[in-house]
């Protein structure tokens, strides 16, 4: 089985999600509708969440109901000190080195947040590019026209030769029905839609060693 391209989501997979930063950031979103948008506080954390389900991304249900703006909103929520809960992961460099094929990072936060993150990591410099909401002109996963747009991004017209990593269940659905081999990253168990789960990225030479063909 050969691969030509390797698809990464950003946050709460390169990075564990206990760190909190995730956590974080949903409550940034909270205090962003409570203070901008005089939305009551007892019904911020239900619009959001009925957001994140409907359309993928709170941002996506706020632009249609409320018409925020975008830059605003996640200049605002990722606001964030992230530096002190994410610190240089050279086992994960050394993977990501280790790999030939083009690695992407697809994910539904803006290029901004994604380059911090990475940075704080330490392997900006190990991914080809990042496919971020914008790039997807905001569809967002897991919305199926958003990975035909990181193919299309890419120059790759079959999504078998594509490996997807992605913390989310929902995320990967669409990916698997495209054919795109699905990876969970997840310690809460398995998952129909892919096809291996590993608790963190650092266990891809386990479940996938012909990557390194």
């Not at 050394?94 to 911090?116: C, E, M, V, Y």
Request: aromatic share 10%.
């Amino acid at each position: 089985m050969r691969f030509s391209n390797i698809f990464f989501d950003l946050d709460d997979t390169l990075y564990p999600s206990t760190n909190g930063l995730w956590n974080s950031i949903r409550q940034r979103m909270n205090e962003y509708m409570l203070e901008r948008l005089d939305i009551p506080p007892e019904q911020v954390a239900i619009i959001r969440r009925q957001y994140f389900e409907t359309y993928g991304t709170t941002l996506r249900g706020l632009q249609l109901h409320y018409q925020v703006d975008a830059d605003e909103f996640l200049a605002y929520v990722h606001d964030l000190p992230i530096e002190t809960v994410i610190s240089p992961d050279p086992e994960l460099r050394a993977l990501l080195q280790s790999l030939s094929q083009p690695k992407w990072i697809f994910t539904n936060a803006d290029a901004n947040h994604a380059g911090r993150v990475l940075s704080a990591l330490g392997v900006r410099d190990c991914f080809n590019g990042i496919i971020d909401i914008r790039a997807m002109d905001f569809i967002c996963k897991p919305d199926p026209q958003a990975y035909q747009i990181a193919l299309n991004k890419i120059g790759e017209s079959i999504p078998e030769n594509c490996v997807y990593l992605d913390d989310a269940a929902r995320n990967l659905a669409p990916a698997f029905e495209m054919g795109f081999f699905t990876i969970l990253v997840s310690s809460n168990g398995n998952d129909p839609v892919a096809k291996h789960t590993i608790n963190r990225p650092h266990d891809l030479p386990r479940v996938l060693p012909e990557l390194w063909d």
